[in-house]
C-alpha cells in the first residue's frame, strides 16, 4: 500500500550465485525510479518523473557487473543479489512508506528462513567525486562489515572515495534488511557536506541522469566489495 493508501504493484528481482551454499552473502540495491523531481530547483518539475542513473540505477549497475565477474570466476560462498522496488516511492511525512520493496522481502523473503553473513545495500553509487562515510545503522549492526570495505578500498587505491568518519542514519533498504530479518547490513551512499540533505545536489531532481555518472566511481564501489566476497570462505 502506498503512503496515498493506493494499492500498487510491485516486483523484486532476485538472482543467486551458488543456491545450495548455507553460507549466503547478499547485495542489494533499488532499481524503481523517483516518480517526482521535488527538490528539483524548478517547482513545475516537482511532479515530474527522474531516470534516476545514480539515484537507483548506479547500484544496479555495480551489481551486474559483479554477477559478470562472478559467472566467470564463481565464489566460494552464495551470493544473492537482491533488485528491490519502490525504494523510492514514499513521502517525508509518512512513516515507513519509502523501501516498501525491501520491507516486503525482509517480512517475506525469497526462501523460507533466509539468513545471510551480513548484507551490502548500494545506493547513489555512481556520481564523479561521491564521498563515502559511514553512515549511522550500518556502524550500529555491521561495523566489522564497514570496516572490512573501507579498508580495502583505501588499499586498493580509493581513498578519495571512502572517509573514515559517521554520517547521520539513514532510513535505506539495508534498514530493514537488518531491523525486519536481523541480518548485519551495511549501506555504501554518497554523502555531500555541501547541500542541506547531505545528498548530492542532483538528488531527487531531473538532473539525476547520465550526465553525472562516473565510471570510476562505480568501479571504486564494486572492485572492494568483489574482493570482500572472493576472500569469505564458507
Known amino acids: 500500500k502506498n503512503w496515498d493508501g ?13 543456491p545450495d551454499a548455507k553460507e549466503r552473502i547478499m547485495i542489494s540495491a533499488h532499481w524503481d525510479s523517483r516518480p517526482y523531481a521535488d527538490h528539483d ?28 565477474a562472478m559467472a566467470v570466476s564463481k565464489p566460494s560462498i552464495g551470493v544473492d543479489f537482491v533488485c528491490f522496488d519502490a525504494e523510492d516511492l514514499g513521502k517525508p511525512d509518512y512513516e515507513d512508506s519509502y523501501c516498501l520493496g525491501s520491507q516486503y ?8 528462513d533466509y539468513k545471510a553473513r551480513y548484507a551490502v545495500n548500494l545506493d547513489m553509487v555512481g556520481a564523479k567525486g561521491a564521498r563515502f562515510v559511514w553512515e549511522g545503522f550500518s556502524v550500529r549492526n555491521a561495523e566489522n562489515v564497514l570496516r572490512k570495505i573501507w579498508d580495502l578500498g583505501v588499499q586498493m587505491g580509493y581513498s578519495n572515495y571512502y572517509f573514515y568518519y559517521q554520517g547521520g542514519a539513514i ?5 530493514y534488511v537488518n531491523k525486519l530479518r536481523g541480518i548485519p547490513a551495511v549501506d555504501i551512499i554518497h554523502f555531500s557536506e555541501s547541500t542541506p540533505s547531505g545528498f548530492p545536489a542532483h538528488w531527487h531532481t531531473l538532473g539525476d541522469n547520465m550526465a553525472v ?5 562505480l568501479k571504486a564501489v ?5 574482493e570482500v566476497i572472493y576472500r569469505e570462505q564458507p
Open 171 to 175: 532510513t535505506d533498504d539495508h534498514y
Open 105 to 112: 522481502w525482509a517480512r517475506k523473503p525469497h526462501l523460507p
Open 6 to 18: 493506493k494499492m500498487i504493484k510491485l516486483r523484486n528481482i532476485i538472482a543467486s550465485f551458488n
Open 213 to 217: 555518472i562516473d565510471r570510476q566511481t
Open 222 to 226: 564494486g572492485e572492494p566489495l568483489l
Open 41 to 68: 530547483p524548478e517547482p513545475g518539475n516537482h511532479n515530474t518523473p527522474i531516470l534516476a542513473a545514480d539515484d537507483g540505477g548506479s547500484g544496479i549497475a555495480v551489481m551486474l557487473e559483479m554477477a559478470r
